[in-house]
C-alpha cells in the first residue's frame, strides 16, 4: 500500500498519497518494530511476532518508492537499515538467497526459501529488487553484491519455470540492463522542478533511480548518502537535471525538451 500511495503520488502529482503513504510508513517504523526489528502484527496498541522475510523486503521496497516521491532521507535511511538486518538474520549463507524466517524466530524442522511468485510476489524477488536498487542510489557495494548474489541463487528456477518467477525477472532485467540514473537540482515546490519530475513520472521507466538534491541542503551532505547527487549544482540558478548511467552524467540542463530527449534515448 505505502508503495501504491507512494506512485499514485507521482503520476497524479497529488501531494494526499505521499502523505498518506508517509503515515503508513512512519506508523510501522515507530509501534512495529523491537529494537532493529520488525514485528509482523498490531492490535489494540500493542505489536506482536516476529516479522518474515516478505515483511522486511516489501517495507524496504516501499520506501523506496517513498523516497522517490518525497526525497525525503529518512526513508531510505530506513530502507538501508531494513535490508542490513535482513541480510543479518535471514541469509542463506550455505545456497544464497534469504530465509522466510529469521535466526531470531522458533526454531523449525527446516527454513524455507522460496523464489516462486504466489498471490503476491515473492519475497526473495522483491528483495533483490530493493538490494539492486539501494546499490544505485546509495552507492555501497554490499547491498549491490548481495543482489548479485539472489539473482544467481535463483537462477536454476528461473531457467526452468520463468512465468512463475515475473517478480526475478523484473529484478534480472535491471541488473542486465543500465539502470537510467536520475539527479534533479531544485526547490522541491518550484514548479519547474515539478514540471521535470513529471516527465520522469508519466514515463514507463522500470531500470532507473531517481533523486532530488534541494539547493538550501548542503550538497556535501547530502552527496554522502546519495553519491548521484554528489557535486550537482544548478544552472543559472534554475532547476537543473542530470540523466547519468553508472554516475556519468550527460550534460545538464534545464531544458524541458532536452531533459524528455534524454530520458528516452
Known amino acids: 500500500m505505502i508503495s501504491a500511495m507512494a506512485k499514485g503520488a507521482q503520476v497524479l502529482d497529488d ?3 505521499a502523505e498518506a503513504a508517509g503515515r503508513a510508513a512512519d506508523f510501522v517504523l515507530s509501534e512495529m518494530t523491537e529494537g532493529d526489528l ?8 500493542r505489536s506482536k511476532l516476529n516479522a518474515y522475510l516478505d515483511d522486511y523486503a516489501f517495507l524496504a521496497s516501499g520506501l523506496l518508492d517513498l523516497y522517490e516521491t518525497t526525497f525525503d532521507l529518512r526513508w531510505l535511511r530506513e530502507a538501508k ?26 526454531p523449525l524442522l ?28 546509495t552507492g ?72 532530488l538534491l534541494d539547493p538550501a541542503e548542503s550538497a556535501e551532505a547530502v552527496g554522502k548518502e546519495v553519491p548521484l547527487l554528489a557535486g550537482k549544482t544548478q544552472l543559472n540558478g534554475r532547476t537543473t537535471a542530470y540523466v547519468c548511467e553508472n554516475y556519468t552524467c550527460q550534460a545538464p540542463t534545464h531544458d524541458l525538451n532536452q531533459f524528455v530527449r534524454l530520458l528516452e534515448e
Open 15 to 17: 501531494p494526499r498519497y
Open 38 to 45: 520488525l514485528l509482523r502484527t498490531h492490535r489494540g496498541g
Open 140 to 211: 555501497e557495494e554490499v547491498f549491490r553484491q548481495k543482489g548479485v548474489e539472489l539473482l544467481r541463487a535463483f537462477r536454476a528456477v528461473m531457467e526452468k519455470a520463468p512465468s512463475g518467477l515475473a517478480r526475478f525477472l523484473a529484478a534480472l532485467d535491471f541488473y542486465l540492463d543500465t539502470p537510467r540514473e536520475v539527479a534533479v537540482v531544485g526547490p522541491p515546490g518550484a514548479e519547474e522542478t515539478r514540471g521535470l519530475l513529471r516527465e520522469v513520472h508519466r514515463r514507463y521507466l522500470p531500470n532507473r533511480v531517481l533523486a
Open 110 to 137: 527446516t527454513r524455507s526459501r522460496s523464489g516462486i511468485d504466489g498471490a503476491i510476489p515473492s519475497g526473495n524477488a522483491v528483495a533483490a529488487g530493493a538490494l539492486l536498487r539501494l546499490g544505485v542510489l
Open 81 to 106: 537499515r531494513l535490508m542490513l538486518v535482513l541480510i543479518e538474520y535471514f541469509w542463506d549463507g550455505h545456497e544464497g538467497g534469504f530465509y522466510f524466517t529469521g535466526k531470531n524466530h522458533e
